[in-house]
């Protein structure tokens, strides 16, 4: 090994760094910690190239290692020893923020998913009303023989004539438009018969509930599983990048005798 292949790895390893170093800050722009989708997508950002540093931070100490098998000048070494504490050091410090992320990242995830299950529970609600209004329409105009044949005759005569407002129909607009018209015949038919008009209101609002029911629990459960996904996805990773870079760091400032010299202090 040469002198120039330890060089090329530490440039190497110190580009990987200074990438990752520079990619937070331009995540970080413009800055709105208040702001939990801006927090989310910052940890998200991280936390999927936080393994960028520590390929890095190994190609450093795989060079330093290098070095201290080759007959060095001191000031290389001393540079050498430099660069491996500023490593270890910086691995510390990115242990401690992967770690800190993790409730940060778990409470905002909370958050988003909690609101998403609210606008769910107020298209619910909105759901309920409309449902509740188009019975009434239904009923209103069950009550109202005039309005429905003239409902009627107006679907009658735009099929017949296979234009709306001087525009030709399409196949679709005059399929919607027989199955209204079946379906106002089928009205009028049932408003002759108030039992039997009654049973088939009770059949389409349950449904039509049975329908909002359905949507609502696949929004939820979406909803839910998004949620999840996203818990597992960052957080574990987040959890494995903090264990990784604490080991380097610690076990990498014990081994130039940095933590050694501080317990040794501390005994005495």
Not at 94 to 114: A, M
Not at 209 to 226: G, H, K, V, W, Y
Request: aromatic share 8%; charged share 20%; with cysteine.
């Amino acid at each position: 090994m040469s002198k120039y292949t330890t060089l090329c790895l530490k440039l190497a390893g110190l580009i990987f760094i200074l990438s990752f170093l520079l990619d937070t800050l331009t995540f970080a722009i413009p800055f709105q910690w208040q702001n939990s989708q801006w927090q989310i997508g910052f940890v998200t950002a991280i936390v999927d190239r936080g393994i960028v540093p520590m390929v890095g931070m190994v190609l450093i100490v795989l060079a330093s290692w290098i070095d201290s098998t080759l007959n060095t000048p001191a000031a290389t070494a001393k540079a050498s020893t430099f660069l491996k504490i500023f490593t270890f050091i910086l691995a510390s410090l990115l242990g401690l923020l992967f770690l800190l992320l993790i409730p940060i990242h778990f409470n905002n995830i909370n958050q988003v998913k909690t609101n998403a299950l609210e606008q769910i529970q107020k298209g619910a609600d909105q759901g309920e009303e409309q449902i509740k209004q188009f019975l009434a329409n239904l009923n209103n105009l069950s009550q109202n023989p005039q309005l429905l044949n003239q409902e009627i005759a107006q679907r009658t005569q735009v099929i017949e004539s296979g234009q709306f407002q001087g525009r030709p129909l399409t196949e679709q607009q005059l399929v919607q438009l027989r199955q209204q018209k079946d379906q106002l015949q089928n009205l009028r038919d049932l408003a002759r018969k108030p039992g039997d008009f009654k049973k088939r209101l009770d059949e389409i609002r349950n449904q039509l509930q049975t329908q909002l029911l359905d949507r609502r629990r696949d929004a939820e459960s979406q909803a839910n599983t998004e949620a999840l996904k996203q818990w597992l996805r960052i957080c574990l990773s987040s959890l494995m990048l903090a264990i990784g870079y604490s080991v380097i760091g610690w076990l990498g400032l014990r081994g130039v005798g940095l933590l050694s010299g501080k317990l040794k202090e501390s005994k005495r």
